[in-house]
């Protein structure tokens, strides 16, 4: 899978994408990501990149142009006046453009596993104010938010979603089953997890683990999760597929 990342910083992704589980993705060929410094495509001289808001107020806005640029010359083409959207899918590579910014849908990882079906994405970070309106129009594909806060860029905020994404491309994580036991993967908060010692400090873990008895292991971290959600996140219950002997554990 490969992103293409539109930002203002690019070296602030530096650490992040060359450790542990994105690193090695990156190394063996299951992800590719390249950074693209939206500056490198503003013209003139200073190469500005953003200006005063039209009818006044605070702060700064990052310029349609050299946005618009960016995404030409990184896929080659040439987008039309009823924008990228309009563009016929045939004959020409068109990945979603996501624009990261707290007005957009909210992730999850639901949207997180239809994402990752994508061969290729392009991500644009936000500054300042936001951008001008005009990007969002007839450019962006998508609009994610990674919840209800505001950050200072949408750096951050394709970190979040470029990492979920990763772990979900297959052969990026040694136990494949991993990430469908996750919380959230099946609308439930994962069941706890314990390693050794078996008595830490005079605190003993569930007797159960101890027992190598797959079947009732099976049910005790079906129930610790469902007694978990319910406990945490009741509000993830109403969409959960709970078979009956959920509910009537849970009405226990
Ligand atoms: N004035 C904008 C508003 O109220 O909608 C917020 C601008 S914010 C300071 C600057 C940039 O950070 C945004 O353009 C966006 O790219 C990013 N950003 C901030 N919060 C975000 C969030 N919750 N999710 C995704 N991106 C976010």
Same mark, same amino acid.
């Given at each position: 899978?490969?992103?293409d990342?539109?930002t ?19 190394? /063996? ?5 390249v950074?693209?410094?939206?500056? #490198?495509y503003a013209?003139?001289?200073?190469? %500005? &990149? !953003? ?5 006044g107020?605070g702060?700064?806005?990052?310029k349609p142009?050299?946005i618009?640029?960016?995404?030409e010359q990184?896929?080659g ?13 045939v ?5 979603p453009?996501i624009l990261?910014t ?7 990882q639901?949207?997180?596993?239809e994402l990752a079906l994508?061969? /290729?994405?392009?991500?644009l ?6 951008i #001008?309106?005009r990007?969002?129009?007839?450019? %962006? &594909? !998508?609009?994610?938010?990674?919840g209800d ?17 990763i772990?979900?491309?297959?052969g ?7 990430t469908?036991?996750d ?5 439930l ?12 400090r005079g ?7 101890l ?20 406990a ?13 002997a959920d509910h009537?554990?849970?009405e226990?």
């Amino acid at each position: 899978m490969r992103f293409d990342i539109l930002t203002l910083f690019p070296e602030m992704f530096a650490g992040v994408f060359e450790a542990s589980i994105i690193g090695r993705a990156r190394e /063996r060929g299951h992800a590719e990501i390249v950074l693209h410094n939206i500056r #490198d495509y503003a013209a003139g001289k200073h190469r %500005v &990149t !953003d200006d005063t808001p039209f009818g006044g107020g605070g702060g700064m806005i990052m310029k349609p142009d050299p946005i618009f640029n960016a995404v030409e010359q990184i896929l080659g083409l040439e987008i039309p006046f009823e924008g990228y959207g309009s563009l016929a899918p045939v004959g020409v590579e068109k990945p979603p453009i996501i624009l990261l910014t707290p007005q957009g849908r909210v992730f999850s990882q639901a949207m997180a596993r239809e994402l990752a079906l994508q061969p /290729r994405l392009m991500l644009l970070c936000g500054r300042y104010e936001g951008i #001008d309106e005009r990007v969002r129009q007839y450019l %962006v &594909t !998508d609009e994610i938010s990674i919840g209800d806060y505001v950050l200072s860029g949408g750096e951050i905020p394709t970190m979040v979603l470029v990492d979920t994404l990763i772990r979900l491309i297959p052969g990026v994580l040694g136990d494949e089953a991993a990430t469908s036991k996750d919380s959230h993967s099946n609308g439930l908060l994962e069941y706890p997890h314990y390693t050794r010692p078996a008595d830490y400090r005079g605190h003993p873990i569930p007797e159960i683990l101890l027992s190598g008895h797959h079947a009732k292991l099976e049910i005790w971290r079906r129930q610790e999760s469902l007694a978990r959600t319910l406990a945490r996140r009741p509000d993830l219950l109403a969409k959960a597929d709970l078979s009956q002997a959920d509910h009537a554990f849970l009405e226990n």
